[in-house]
């Protein structure tokens, strides 16, 4: 059975792929913030992952610093120098942006099919700026960010905003990267195999991640996860009911299979857990109790350093965007010495627990006490390049998929055809080492790559 679950995530792309035309006019993509590590894995992926299947893009960069936008390039050829085909670094173009400047960010939107959003971090951040420089211009086009904070991406999905894009026939995915992203479709995919095989109406959901070191992604997830310590971590208890924990606590041992082993993650807030809450309210199947979100890193100091950092540190300085930017830079040829020993891998686990019969409370510290249980496990070689292949990801099926109608969506609300190919594009691309969905018994675990 669950070999097939790879044939059937594969047959649902060629089906999309098959239904697309493409003119052979390249369509023009912006991707502000390409010239930061996630965003120029994003722009590099754009790119290679548009050439491998046909679609023309004419890539652009928006950012503060041409001198940033030419690192970013000759860092792309360097990861490139060993690929098949030479990509087309020196095509891709700059336009200098201020997000603050409504006349800068007005001008640099113009003419573009496609707007990918990676300026991060958006922590502390409660004004979607581009999303609404989108909306107010009011030209057809397709949005897709990465944003990492709950209380941005609820703002974002506001009734208002959704009717704005409707009417100007916008297409706009929140939270379309690795996670928060990938990991919403294998939630769904997770709870749709435990409603299918026990039949139940109530499950508990846990996100676990684990990165070595930063994942290769850049002082920006130092400074995002130094601001998260000071970010309750949104939770729903026992009973459904959403609760605020104190982030970096409740420790638990998850095994990430193979490639990772057992690693200690602690509470931090994800945005994963309010948008599959959203997404699944109105869904009758679907009743989705306690729900937690955790991560940890390696080496282990690390971990240490942040439990240190949020005990020492007062809460106004660790909420200070600018300190924690400026404190991650200081940091990053220590980080970059540690990450060349440990590596960049990535890991997501999230488990689908049945509760049709039984209770728990987000104080568990095992792996899960039913028996009735989904796992859905994914390990990628490195996080900088997980992010840009699944922001791409999200962003091609947009781009040159007319079946998604306008409007804004987290990843959850995409219907499950959409899910399946924009998954199965992820999983193609390189550096995956295991895509795992399976029931809690051990002798029924089959790979879906398999």
């Not at 070999?3 to 792929?17: P, R």
């Not at 652009?60 to 085909?85: C, H, L, P, T, Y």
């Not at 706009?172 to 990938?182: E, F, Q, V, Y």
């Not at 900088?384 to 781009?399: K, M, Q, R, S, Y």
């Amino acid at each position: 059975m669950f070999a097939l679950i790879g044939i059937m995530c594969l047959d649902s792309l060629v089906k999309y792929t098959n239904g697309l035309s493409f003119t052979g006019v390249p369509d023009s993509a912006l991707v502000i913030g390409g010239s930061g590590r996630v965003g120029g894995a994003t722009v590099r992926w754009l790119e290679r992952m548009g050439r491998e299947c046909g679609i023309p893009l004419k890539l652009a960069v928006g950012g503060r610093s041409i001198k940033n936008f030419q690192s970013m390039k000759d860092r792309w050829r360097f990861q490139s120098r060993f690929e098949a085909s030479e990509p087309a670094i020196d095509e891709v173009e700059f336009f200098e942006i201020d997000i603050n400047d409504p006349n800068s960010l007005r001008n640099a939107l113009q003419g573009h099919r496609l707007i990918v959003h990676t300026a991060g971090p958006f922590q502390q951040i409660r004004e979607p700026k581009i999303l609404d420089a989108i909306l107010a211009h009011g030209e057809k086009c397709a949005y897709v960010d990465v944003c990492d904070e709950t209380e941005l991406c609820r703002i974002a999905h506001s009734k208002d905003r959704e009717r704005l894009a409707i009417n100007n026939e916008i297409t706009a995915i929140i939270s379309a990267g690795i996670w928060p992203g990938i990991s919403a479709i294998m939630a769904r995919q997770a709870i749709d195999m435990l409603q299918a095989q026990y039949n139940t109406s109530k499950f508990d959901l846990d996100f676990d991640f684990f990165t070595s070191g930063t994942g290769g992604a850049g002082p920006t997830i130092v400074s995002a996860t130094f601001l998260l310590l000071c970010t309750p971590a949104l939770n729903f208890d026992q009973n459904g009911q959403q609760i605020e924990n104190e982030p970096w606590t409740l420790p638990k041992i998850v095994d990430f299979g193979p490639q990772v082993g057992k690693r200690c993650t602690r509470l931090l807030d994800c945005p994963e857990i309010a948008t599959l809450s959203y997404a699944l309210q109105n869904e009758q199947n679907y009743n989705m109790l306690a729900s937690a979100s955790r991560f940890a890193t390696a080496p282990n100091i690390w971990n240490q350093l942040f439990g240190t950092t949020k005990a020492l540190l007062p809460p106004s300085l660790l909420a200070n965007r600018d300190t924690m930017q400026r404190l991650a830079v200081f940091s990053d040829p220590i980080v970059r010495a540690v990450d060349s020993l440990v590596g960049s891998k990535n890991a997501m686990l999230i488990t689908a627990t049945d509760r049709s019969s039984s209770t728990r409370t987000t104080t568990r510290t095992s792996q899960n006490d039913s028996n009735k249980v989904v796992y859905a496990r994914h390990v990628h070689e490195d996080l900088e390049a997980a992010v840009g292949i699944a922001t791409a990801a999200f962003a091609l099926h947009l781009l040159h998929d007319d079946n998604v109608k306008p409007g804004i969506r987290f990843p959850a609300e995409l219907s499950s055809e959409h899910r399946d190919a924009i998954l199965t594009r992820v999983l193609n691309a390189p550096g995956t080492l295991s895509y795992d969905l399976f029931l809690n018994e051990a002798a029924e675990k089959k790979s879906s790559l398999s």
